[in-house]
């Protein structure tokens, strides 16, 4: 029986019969899509810490390379990876160039009573190998949307991922500024500060870098104090809308956003790097007037109850009952670990970058998500 094609089309009969005669196509292409994005975009990589730099008294950078690849996943200079360690994980800005796909550089700084970043200074050798996810983070360089102008305001290891986009510039010779405005407590707690003087006095047009510390030894000749409005007025001139990034401890935050916004600085110019959950989640204004924060309430998850103060994030909570659901930013960016709440109410803090729908339909992230009540989930 003829193809009711070739009864309607000139030359029909001469392409189905060319199309006959092909050898099938047998490939499994779900599979090789598959191997694609794994290869771009693992879920999971495994990382052998080839050398540790001491940068500061209280900071490392840990030198990755692939323990099963030679040439890693490429990144976007600004992203991070999360670590998994001791039944947790934390992100960490990836400090190396884009350009170098032969490792990752992550530069962790101690913080007092900090978990995972004491954990890995003091503990992690040369050899050790390490969990993390693939490349992650929206806080990257995008020239459509932040131009070519850019002033960076950093604090303590939040100069991590400006490391990473300055090195990136420099090696690639790119056509792009950014004004590098680093706040430190001390001189001696400066990261980088050897590579960064290099970079400044290089003849690269587009690269700035200005220190501020703010408890100055006799001999410090540079700017001192915090990165008020005046001194990042004095050291980067007038904004003019320029696209500003912050990166550093979460108390940077709301005082950079103040300083900026007197400075006429629209907050739609002002780009925040995801930094964990709130130190104090009850000091937000909707947090439940009379819920104490310390009060236990009780968590369940496919049948399995457990006790939890209000003021401890479900993320951590579930972490430290031996459930583990998938997570990344633990910031609330990423939505990773997203929950649904069946039954009971939860504080979801401002960190928190939901969907439209998940109000209507019981989401929450549970890494910035608090138990206000008892609580029921779903995974």
């Known amino acids: 029986m003829k193809h009711p094609l070739v009864q309607r089309f000139d030359g029909a009969a001469e392409i189905i019969a060319e199309i006959d005669a092909r050898i099938p196509d047998t490939r499994d292409h779900l599979a090789d899509t598959r191997a694609t994005i794994d290869t771009y975009h693992p879920k999971r990589l495994q990382l052998i810490v080839a050398e540790i730099v ?17 040439e890693l996943p490429p990144f976007l200079a600004g992203q991070y990876v999360n670590v998994f360690i001791d039944g947790t994980s934390r992100p960490y800005a990836i400090s190396s160039s884009p350009t170098q796909r032969d490792h990752y550089d992550l530069t962790v700084r101690r913080v007092p009573g900090g978990r995972i970043s004491n954990l890995l200074i003091d503990t992690v050798q040369t050899g050790h ?12 360089h995008n020239s459509l949307f932040h131009g070519d102008d850019v002033v960076f305001l950093a ?16 090696t690639l010779g790119l056509d792009r500024s950014l004004h590098l405005i680093y706040g430190s407590r001390h001189a ?15 003849a690269h047009p587009g690269i700035t870098v200005d220190h501020v510390i703010a408890e100055p030894d006799a001999d410090w000749t540079g700017a001192t104090g915090y990165l008020t409005a005046d001194t990042i007025a004095a050291l980067a001139g007038a904004l003019n809308g320029r696209m500003v990034y912050v990166c550093g401890p979460q108390a940077l935050y709301p005082y950079a956003l103040d300083q900026l916004t007197a400075l006429g600085q629209p907050r739609k110019r002002i780009r925040f790097e995801a930094n964990g959950a709130p130190s104090d989640p009850t000091a937000q204004p909707h947090w439940p007037i009379g819920a104490d924060p310390t009060e236990e309430v009780t968590v369940t998850v496919s049948g399995t109850s457990f006790r939890t103060p209000r003021n401890r994030p479900l993320l951590d909570t579930l972490e430290d009952n031996g459930i583990r659901p998938e997570a990344a930013c633990r910031s609330g960016e990423c939505s990773l670990c997203r929950v649904r ?24 992230h549970s890494c910035v998500a608090y138990p206000i009540s008892d609580v029921e989930l779903e995974l």
């Open 341 to 364: 709440i069946v039954k009971g109410e939860v504080h979801t803090a401002e960190e928190a970058r939901l969907r439209l729908s998940d109000a209507r339909f019981g989401y929450t």
């Open 188 to 202: 001696s707690d400066v990261i980088f500060r050897a590579e960064l003087d290099v970079l400044a006095a290089a």
């Open 155 to 170: 604090g303590g290891s939040g100069v991590a991922p400006a490391m990473s986009m300055l090195r990136e510039i420099a």
């Open 54 to 70: 001491e940068e500061t008294p209280t900071t490392k950078t840990f030198r990755m390379q692939g323990l099963h690849q030679a």
């Open 129 to 140: 190998v390490l969990t993390t996810t693939g490349p992650l983070g929206t806080f990257h």
